[in-house]
């Protein structure tokens, strides 16, 4: 009996002595909240404010007029257009290439993974560089394209090409790790009931990993809307058909029309907001319904 008492007074000693060592003074702890608060205010919350400040400092009519322009109105609509392309284009690239990678085993994989995360490496301005001498007047393939009436560089398709190539690792990223993770059982036991590929696909990996791709598919929506660097070199700055909101921005400033430029640059500060309400929103939902199946999996 006094052995067992011993036993049981000895065991709190270890949690006492781990507790003591992570935990903080007040002070401390309230010393490093005021510190991280401040810096996201600094860097975060007051640009963000001045942008919205200097936008109607002029006032709302100002504000409206120049979202209501006819080149804003361009920039705005080639942004959309260059968003609805390039966003479903790497959907698509991001779940095939994932799903490769995560489920099958081939030759040339770690090669297929460093091609991914290439656009990470390379500064956007570079990339736009890239597809100047692919498709230019002078590149290897642009007189072709020029000569039957397709010109690539300084239009629409240099534009979407350039945000592809910027964006789409961002699908891709969030799917594989996540595949990887969850493993092929539930796939293996699918086929051993006689499914094909492509209803195991439907079936199973698609809903196993949806919050991870609609995460994904807001990342990549994001960056395409805000690309600046590679559009930059590939668009030719043609304003009403080449600029986007990024680009249109830019020119406003650098031509003083700062109210202009900051009414149009909201829109993008907004599409952040949005960005992050829809992403709050999925890993919320995501996490009840991991919550929902582990529940499940308890009873």
Known sequence: MAGYVSTATAAPAPRSRASS???????????????????????????????????????????????????????????????????????????????????????GKQILISLIDLPFAISPVISGLIFVLLFGANGWFGPFFIENGMPIIFALPGVVLATIFVTFPFVARELIPLMQAQGNQEEEAAVSLGANGWRVFWRVTL???????????????????????????????????????????EILYNEYQFAA?????????????VTLIVKGIVE????????????????
């Not at 109607?56 to 968003?83: D, M, N, P, Q, V």
């Open 21 to 107: 060592a992570t935990s903080e003074s007040a002070l401390v702890k309230w010393t490093l909240i005021a510190i991280a608060l401040a810096f996201i205010v600094l860097v975060l919350v007051l640009p963000l404010v001045t942008v919205f400040i200097q936008a109607f400092r002029k006032g709302a009519e100002t504000y409206f007029a120049a979202l209501a322009e006819k080149e804003a109105l361009s920039a705005i609509r080639l942004t959309l257009t260059t968003a609805a392309i390039a966003v479903p284009l790497n959907t698509l690239f991001g779940v095939a290439a994932a799903w490769a990678i995560a489920k099958f085993r081939f030759k």
């Open 284 to 299: 919320w939902k995501h996490h009840a319904a991991t919550v929902q199946t582990d529940q499940q999996g308890g009873h």
């Open 261 to 273: 430029s900051f009414s149009v640059a909201s829109l993008l500060v907004l599409l952040a907001f």
């Open 207 to 249: 809903p196993n990993v949806k919050w991870g791709l609609l995460y994904g598919i807001i990342l990549c929506n994001a960056r395409a809307m805000g690309e600046f660097g590679a559009v930059s070199v590939v668009s030719g700055h043609i304003r009403g058909e080449t600029n986007t909101i990024p680009l249109h921005v």
